[in-house]
């Protein structure tokens, strides 16, 4: 399994970003799909996930309303759509995979990861 994410970037406060997160070596279908970040000094922590099977999706409280996670199947591609950008969401975002249908917040239930993408929020 290799997840590639991209898409991260130098954004003013209120702006928007997309993230993509493209997969190989995996069946969308039997999987859920999340992103995570990480902030300078902090431990890196659950954004948004996707499970893929019966489209339910999860979000933190904190991007609640501002965060999207679509999905392209044909390219098996997961994003996050990142509205209405604040400086407390400067980090670092990770996609990752869960081998399980059932959404999940923890980390430690997510096998596979992306390298990471920059997303820094000026105020």
């Known amino acids: 399994v290799q997840l590639q994410a991209s898409g991260g970037g130098l954004v003013q406060t209120g702006g928007s970003l997309r993230l993509s997160c493209e997969a190989s070596?995996?069946?969308?279908?039997?999987?859920?799909m999340g992103w995570f970040r990480q902030a300078p000094g902090k431990e890196r922590e659950f954004v948004a996930a996707?499970?893929?099977?019966?489209?339910?999706?999860r979000y933190a409280d904190s991007v609640k309303g501002r965060f999207t996670i679509p999905r392209d199947n044909g390219k098996n591609t997961v994003y996050l759509q990142m509205n209405n950008l604040k400086p407390e969401d400067t980090a670092v975002y990770y996609c990752?995979?869960?081998?399980?249908?059932?959404?999940?917040?923890?980390?430690?239930?997510?096998?596979?990861w992306g390298q990471g993408t920059l997303v820094t929020v000026s105020s």
């Open positions: 070596g995996l069946t969308f279908s039997s999987n859920t």
């Open positions: 990752a995979r869960r081998p399980w249908v059932v959404i999940s917040t923890k980390l430690e239930e997510y096998d596979s």
């Open positions: 996707i499970s893929w099977i019966v489209t339910n999706m």
